[in-house]
C-alpha cells in the first residue's frame, strides 16, 4: 500500500473509533484525494479548529467552492457540529475527516460521484 492508502486507513480508523461512524470507504478515497497534495503536509492535513480563519477557510473554500452551498449560518452550525462530534479535546483533526463528514451531513454526496 502507499502512503495515501495509509492515510485513507488512518482517516477510516479516525471516524470508527472517534466520530462513531461507518466510513464509506469509496467515498472517503474521493474525499482524500480531493484534498490533493495537502493530506501529505503535517499543518494543512489536519484543521486547526480553534483559529476562526481556518473554519472561516473551510466555509468558504469547501463548502460553497467545492459543494456549492450557500454561505450563511447553517454552514457554521455543520462545521461546529463536525468539531463537536470528532471531539474538541481531539488535538489532529484531520482535513479528510472533517469534508467528508460535512458532504454526509450535507447529503452531497455527488460531487464525489
Partial sequence: ???RDDLIAQYAEDLRSKC????DMALLTKVTIGC???IY?????TVAATQPG????????F???KLGLKDGPEL???ISSVIETYGKSER??????????????????????
Fill in 76 to 78: 457554521d452550525a455543520a
Fill in 36 to 38: 490533493g497534495p495537502s
Fill in 92 to 113: 489532529n483533526k484531520y482535513r479528510a475527516v472533517v469534508y467528508y463528514m460535512l458532504v454526509k451531513h450535507f447529503g452531497k454526496e455527488s460531487v464525489y460521484g
Fill in 63 to 65: 463548502l460553497v467552492k
Fill in 20 to 23: 462513531g461512524m461507518t466510513p
Fill in 1 to 3: 500500500m502507499g502512503k
Fill in 54 to 61: 481556518e473554519l472561516e477557510t473551510v466555509k468558504t473554500n
Fill in 41 to 45: 503536509d503535517a499543518d494543512a492535513s
